[in-house]
């Protein structure tokens, strides 16, 4: 059973609280309705000041303007994430911005919560670990090393590509296979 939802594990350091604006995000939210009702999930788009990412608690489907988060850099030392924006980062921040740092062709990175997709034969992490924490972003990175699309065991899927819309045809496609 996931653990449940208590915000970030992270120190947030606002370089600014001003919207982002980020089109993109914004007009491909509406296409990840159908995750909503799955425990929500995050996702992010690379730039090249950072990477924008869905704030935390953030409705997939429904993503407004304030929802966006500049995430700039990641200090571990500290676990500190250095954003811009008017709402704290998704929880995951660590791990997209471990993702994007290990993988420098990755433009796009979306994490979804369906239980039907954990079910499917695919790269799986080899243990669980707590959400939004450097461990759980480390096992991401070794199984993206396999593949990019993974699961991250008991918790969700990530899928890794260049665009956003490629990151959500590889789950689409996933979600159909037997």
């Keep these: 059973?996931?653990?449940?939802?208590?915000?970030?594990?992270?120190?947030?350091?606002?370089?600014?609280?001003?919207?982002?604006?980020?089109?993109?995000?914004?007009s491909f939210s509406g296409k990840l309705a159908q995750f909503e009702d799955k425990n929500n999930g995050n996702f992010s788009l690379r730039c090249t000041k950072g990477f924008f990412i869905s704030s935390g608690g953030s409705g997939l489907g429904h993503l407004k303007e304030?929802?966006?988060?500049?995430?700039?850099?990641y200090d571990a030392a500290t676990n500190t994430?250095?954003?811009q924006g008017p709402?704290?980062?998704?929880s995951e921040s660590i791990m997209h911005y471990l993702i994007y740092q290990r993988f420098p062709e990755t433009g796009a990175i979306?994490?979804?919560?369906?239980?039907?997709?954990?079910?499917?034969?695919?790269?799986?992490?080899g243990k669980e670990a707590?959400?939004?924490?450097?461990?759980i972003a480390e096992l991401a990175l070794k199984a993206?090393?396999?593949?990019?699309i993974i699961n991250l065991k008991a918790h969700g899927t990530v899928c890794i590509g260049t665009t956003l819309e490629e990151c959500l045809g590889k789950i689409l496609n996933l979600r159909r296979t037997k």
């Excluded at 304030?66 to 850099?73: E, P, S, T």
């Excluded at 709402?87 to 998704?90: F, H, N, V």
């Excluded at 993206?144 to 990019?148: I, P, Q, V």
């Design 87 to 90: 709402k704290e980062p998704s």
């Design 66 to 73: 304030d929802d966006v988060v500049l995430v700039k850099d």
């Design 110 to 125: 979306l994490h979804v919560h369906d239980p039907e997709l954990l079910e499917k034969d695919i790269t799986t992490t």
């Design 81 to 83: 994430v250095l954003a």
């Design 144 to 148: 993206l090393n396999k593949s990019s």
């Design 1 to 26: 059973m996931p653990e449940e939802y208590m915000g970030t594990k992270f120190v947030t350091s606002f370089l600014g609280r001003e919207k982002q604006g980020c089109p993109e995000m914004l």
């Design 130 to 135: 707590p959400y939004g924490t450097p461990e």
